[in-house]
């Protein structure tokens, strides 16, 4: 019976190393449309044959909000930048609605945008700050993911924003208490607000 759960578990990550592989190919696919798309995340959605450290999201700049989105993503010591680490990003249009589009028969947010980390672990998106819906207390927010070559995908806390008014004391004291920092705050420019955000990557998960 020892045998069997040991073999079981070795099966177990055997399949999962290989799922990770294939979702990392998958980033190299080059068909017009990928055998998984329907069911695969996201942040594999890109049309771009090479992603750059920066990118745009569609029609930031006829927008009222204008947001330079910027920072450093570092290795889970907190310290060494990593490179080549997909981050992927998608909110909601000025009025706190999601303007979601369909291609092969696939939902998606319209608003969204991919970058690949450059040597220096650094990454910039060129977006607006999103709404909050009509007559809601809901937060501002960006939602985002990361992928690291060789690992799962998963979905970092949103980014929400120091001056919305709906963020409680309640709120702050929460995500400070669980040491989240996916607060952004935001500086005027002349024609665009600024706001820089590192991120840490979790430690990788050891199966």
Same mark, same amino acid.
């Given at each position: 019976?020892?045998? +069997?759960?040991?073999?079981?578990?070795? +099966?177990?990550?055997?399949?999962? %190393?290989?799922?990770?592989?294939?979702?990392? *190919?998958?980033?190299?696919?080059?068909?017009?449309?990928?055998?998984? #798309?329907?069911?695969?995340?996201?942040?594999?959605?890109?049309?771009?044959? @090479?992603l750059n450290a920066i990118d745009s999201?569609?029609? !930031?700049?006829?927008?009222?909000?204008? +947001?330079?989105?910027?920072?450093?993503?570092?290795?889970?010591?907190?310290?060494?930048? *990593?490179?080549?680490?997909?981050?992927? &990003? /998608?909110?909601? @249009?000025?009025?706190?609605?999601?303007?979601?589009?369909?291609?092969?028969?696939?939902?998606?947010? #319209?608003?969204?945008?991919?970058?690949?980390?450059?040597?220096?672990?650094?990454?910039?998106? #060129?977006?607006?700050?999103? %709404?909050?819906? *009509?007559?809601?207390?809901?937060l501002r927010r960006i939602y985002r993911?990361?992928?690291?070559? %060789?690992?799962?995908? #998963?979905?970092?806390?949103? !980014?929400? !924003?120091?001056?919305?008014?709906?963020?409680?004391?309640?709120? /702050?004291?929460? &995500?400070?208490?669980?040491?989240?920092?996916?607060?952004?705050?935001?500086?005027?420019?002349?024609?665009?607000?600024?706001?820089?955000? @590192?991120?840490?990557? /979790?430690?990788?998960?050891?199966?």
């Amino acid at each position: 019976m020892k045998k +069997l759960r040991v073999l079981l578990s070795v +099966l177990g990550s055997l399949l999962i %190393g290989q799922y990770v592989i294939a979702q990392d *190919a998958a980033i190299q696919v080059t068909e017009d449309v990928p055998f998984d #798309y329907a069911s695969r995340h996201a942040i594999y959605d890109f049309s771009e044959t @090479n992603l750059n450290a920066i990118d745009s999201i569609p029609g !930031f700049q006829t927008k009222e909000t204008p +947001l330079k989105l910027t920072g450093i993503v570092y290795q889970p010591d907190g310290i060494t930048p *990593a490179k080549d680490v997909i981050v992927f &990003i /998608r909110h909601a @249009n000025e009025d706190g609605k999601f303007d979601i589009r369909t291609k092969n028969e696939k939902r998606y947010v #319209y608003h969204r945008g991919w970058v690949k980390t450059n040597a220096k672990g650094e990454y910039t998106f #060129y977006t607006f700050i999103p %709404g909050s819906y *009509a007559h809601s207390k809901e937060l501002r927010r960006i939602y985002r993911s990361v992928k690291v070559a %060789g690992q799962l995908e #998963y979905n970092l806390p949103d !980014f929400i !924003f120091n001056d919305d008014p709906f963020l409680t004391k309640h709120c /702050r004291k929460h &995500i400070n208490k669980k040491g989240i920092d996916c607060i952004l705050t935001t500086l005027k420019k002349e024609n665009y607000y600024l706001a820089e955000k @590192n991120i840490v990557l /979790r430690p990788a998960v050891i199966e």
